[in-house]
């Protein structure tokens, strides 16, 4: 028996997907932002400032709404030179390895990115022209890299649970 695609999974266990969409929506949007910022500049001589304030906080939500995706995906960075030498039964236990790092990796980077969040809290940080708090942006984010762990657990447990023969054709 093979293993199903990864787009035959329900919806609910495919987070990437719904957030890649939302990151999309929230490009689109800074897109119109930036073209009505050109258009006031070009016709009423009157730049928006506030639309790079807009684009601090929105720009890290997106780009981390697209992580548990790639996730999903397979399309992390990875080395494949030396398992394609060693050949899939002993090539398995590296991409193990390497999955389980990247988990540990994603722990680590939400518990800096929920200290960041809570630094700019408690500093109250903002935006330089419309003075907006950027702690809910980084709070975002942290909260989008946790889910990016839960992700990546699922991944480790599917490439320690599929058998080397299902896991390499």
């Known amino acids: 028996m093979s293993a199903a695609p990864a787009t035959a999974a329900p919806a609910w266990q495919r ?11 929230i490009l689109l949007g800074n897109v119109g932002l930036i073209f009505l910022d050109v258009l006031a500049r070009w016709l009423l001589r009157a ?10 906080i929105t720009y890290p939500v997106a780009i981390a709404c697209c992580f548990p995706a790639a996730l999903e995906s397979g399309h992390m960075i990875a080395i494949r030179f030396l398992g394609e030498w060693l050949g899939p039964r002993r090539a398995r236990p590296l991409d193990v390895i390497g999955q389980v790092a990247l988990a540990a990796l994603l722990v680590l980077f939400t518990w800096k990115m929920f200290q960041r969040a809570h630094s ?8 330089a022209n419309i003075s907006l708090r950027t702690a809910p942006t980084w709070f ?7 889910l990016c762990v839960f992700v990546q657990a699922r991944v480790v447990w599917q490439a320690v649970s599929t058998p080397p023969e299902a896991a390499h054709g």
């Open 15 to 25: 987070p990437g997907a719904a957030l890649a969409m939302v990151a999309l929506v």
């Open 47 to 56: 730049p928006q400032s506030w639309v790079s304030d807009i684009g601090q």
């Open 120 to 127: 700019d809290w408690t500093g109250g940080f903002r935006t």
């Open 140 to 146: 975002v984010v942290a909260a989008l890299l946790g």
